[in-house]
T-cell receptor, first 113, second 112 residues
Framework: EDQVTQSPEALRLQEGESSSLNCSYTVSGLRGLFWYRQDPGKGPEFLFTLYSAGEEKEKERLKATLTKKESFLHITAPKPEDSATYLCAVPTNVNFGNEKLTFGTGTRLTIIP | DGGITQSPKYLFRKEGQNVTLSCEQNLNHDAMYWYRQDPGQGLRLIYYSQIVNDFQKGDIAEGYSVSREKKESFPLTVTSAQKNPTAFYLC???????????FGPGTRLTVL
């Protein structure tokens, strides 16, 4: 069974203090890994897709990387507006080409001014 | 302005009632999904539809029903058979440059 595990569950950082969030996965044949940002009471917002080990993508203060077993979301010099829950997910084929996403439980990031 | 809309934003239901949550998209995506989100748990798939007039059960379909009569619309009915329906419900459609899923703003359902 495909599994996605995120750590830590919650992370509090001072403004400007860089850190990383982890997403480890167990899937049969990785066909991509997605990162989303979710603000309280809102739907997840797409950030990145990574397809192969060694791939990196950046957006403002966020950089996502991928290895064969895990992905990291690095946040550099964060600001209070980066506070959110960050979710990762992997696609799984269910049948006849149908696809679903298996999500981790997320990391709740709080940036303290 | 393309996107996914869900209504209502908040919904209150008495025990024993069926309620229907609306999901509409104008992204011209074929695939649509319904997820449930509970505190401390990841998003769990309720139903999905790859094409009009076809849909499949997800991981937690019991107590829910859907229809897909139009490409743009994928309503979810929470029936009285769902034992613990209080949750945040999210609708998504799949497409885009990376085949990613786009999410609506969600509906928070509370059973009184």
């Amino acid at each position: 069974e495909d599994q996605v595990t995120q750590s830590p569950e919650a992370l509090r950082l001072q403004e400007g203090e860089s850190s990383s969030l982890n997403c480890s996965y167990t899937v049969s044949g990785l066909r991509g890994l997605f990162w989303y940002r979710q603000d309280p009471g809102k739907g997840p917002e797409f950030l990145f897709t990574l397809y192969s080990a060694g791939e990196e993508k950046e957006k403002e203060r966020l950089k996502a990387t991928l290895t064969k077993k895990e992905s990291f979301l690095h946040i550099t010099a964060p600001k209070p507006e980066d506070s959110a829950t960050y979710l990762c997910a992997v696609p799984t084929n269910v049948n006849f080409g149908n696809e679903k996403l298996t999500f981790g439980t997320g990391t709740r990031l709080t940036i303290i001014p | 302005d393309g996107g996914i809309t869900q209504s209502p934003k908040y919904l209150f239901r008495k025990e024993g009632q069926n309620v229907t949550l609306s999901c509409e998209q104008n992204l011209n995506h074929d695939a649509m999904y319904w997820y449930r989100q509970d505190p401390g748990q990841g998003l769990r798939l309720i139903y999905y539809s790859q094409i009009v007039n076809d849909f499949q059960k997800g991981d937690i379909a019991e107590g829910y029903s859907v229809s897909r009569e139009k490409k743009e619309s994928f309503p979810l009915t929470v029936t009285s058979a769902q034992k613990n329906p209080t949750a945040f419900y999210l609708c998504a459609s799949r497409g885009g440059n990376f085949n990613e899923q786009f999410f609506g703003p969600g509906t928070r359902l509370t059973v009184l």
